[in-house]
């Protein structure tokens, strides 16, 4: 009998072992993978809304047939830091100004100021001594004026505080050109905008929370949506239509989500949602008091061994501030690995980092519950969900 337990013990214990030997490691095939332009790096900046914004552009360029182009970065945040900051002061300080910003931002920028190549303008960091953006001692001197003046007890406001904001702008961007030469041609940034011939009113931001009512638009309420643009609200399933089918038939979007989860793995390239999800909305209620439980656990496992995403999963995750407006990148492909299970294929703007040099395969089941909006040429929504949208 005593061999037997003994024998029974090993059998468990080598079970338990073996269940906790790493999983094997992910081998991808491609299903889908549209064209983009090379993996850029943000570097100590808070753009990615500049770079991904861009980089989609690019990408649309290419997918249209209009040749590689390599958009200027600086050029967008010239423009878009001016503007918040003349509204910081215009709102008294309650928007304030921040690194961060919206998708709309750069789409606002091509329709009204234009873009010039990135050869237009000096190479990020060069004029500091530095190889790439790196703002931590230019940005708290901008944001230390603007503060300052958008807080000010004065009953007049100095007209030479722009002047001064630009200075400091320039110093670390490099002054916007008025005209410069690309290709053997001149331009001005709004006419190469226009020789791009890119339709920028085709390009609209998508969403789908359950706080306003589907098939409108509402002004999303995030910090960094300080221009307060709209963006159209559908529900998950069809919202998740969308990008399948754009990926499928050669779009990419632009993908706003939050990347602050731990199970966001920087480490292996490879993102997915857990078996069970933490709902932290019962923390510090009476019942947690009673139960000695912080959190509730949300279960649901889909066939896939990821929580099974519902729209009243990911509109609490919203309402509780758990899904925040983090990171701004690219979806341009679908890949499965190699138990069958497919996952988007995402440009990053973090440079060339990692086992897949600057881009990471994440789960369809992350990306309905952590996608905050995308940024999509609305010819590549599905014609019943844009005819419901009355796009």
């Known amino acids: 009998m005593k061999k037997i337990i003994l024998a029974a013990l090993a059998i468990i214990v080598s079970g338990s072992t073996f269940a906790q030997e790493k999983a094997p490691e992910k081998q991808f095939t491609v299903v889908k993978e549209n064209p983009i332009t090379s993996i850029k ?18 990408a649309e360029l290419l997918r249209q047939g209009k040749g590689e182009y390599d958009l200027c970065e600086s050029f967008v945040c010239q423009k878009t830091y001016a503007d918040r900051a003349d ?4 709102m008294h300080g309650d928007v304030t100004l921040e690194q961060g910003g919206s998708f709309y931002d750069v789409l606002y920028c091509l329709k009204n100021y234009g873009i010039c190549p990135q050869e237009a303008m000096p190479f990020p960091g060069s004029l500091y001594g530095d190889s790439l953006y790196n703002f931590n001692e ?14 000010s007890k004065n009953k007049k406001i100095p007209l030479s505080w722009k002047s001064t904001f630009s200075e400091i702008m320039d110093g670390y961007f490099g002054k916007v050109p008025t005209t410069f030469e690309y290709k053997g041609k001149t331009y001005t940034p709004q006419t ?3 020789s791009l011939g890119l339709n920028y009113d085709d390009y609209v931001s998508l969403t789908s929370y359950t706080h306003h009512p589907f098939y409108g638009k509402f002004i999303l309420e995030i ?10 609200n559908l529900p998950l399933n069809e919202f998740m239509e969308v990008m399948e089918s754009a990926v499928r038939n050669g779009y990419t979007f632009a993908w706003g989500a939050d990347v602050s989860e731990p199970y966001f793995d920087r480490g292996t390239g490879v993102v997915q949602c857990p078996a069970v999800i933490r709902d932290l909305s019962t923390a510090g209620s009476d ?3 009673w139960t000695g439980k912080a959190t509730t656990e949300v279960k649901g496992t889909n066939d896939k061994g990821e ?53 990471f395969y994440v789960s369809k089941p992350y990306v309905a519950y952590k996608t905050m909006n995308i940024l999509i040429n609305k010819n590549a929504i599905p ?7 009355g796009i």
């Not at 943000?42 to 690019?58: A, D, I, K, V």
């Not at 509204?87 to 215009?90: D, G, H, L, T």
């Open 87 to 90: 509204k910081a002061v215009r």
């Open 192 to 194: 190469f905008a226009q």
């Open 138 to 151: 230019m940005w708290p001197i901008a944001q230390g004026l603007v503060q300052t003046i958008s807080k």
């Open 287 to 289: 019942a947690a008091r």
């Open 41 to 58: 790096n943000q570097n100590r900046s808070g753009t990615c809304w500049n770079y991904s914004s861009l980089s989609y552009f690019e």
């Open 223 to 232: 910090q960094d949506n300080w221009r307060w643009a709209e963006s159209y």
């Open 307 to 359: 929580a099974n995403i519902t729209q009243e999963l990911r509109q609490t995750g919203y309402d509780n501030w758990e899904t925040t407006d983090d990171h701004g990148m690219v979806i341009y492909g679908i890949a499965k690995d190699q138990d069958g299970k497919e996952f988007y294929m995402v440009k990053n703007s973090w440079g060339e980092y990692g086992k897949y040099k600057g881009m």
């Open 383 to 389: 014609k019943q969900i844009r005819k419901k949208l």
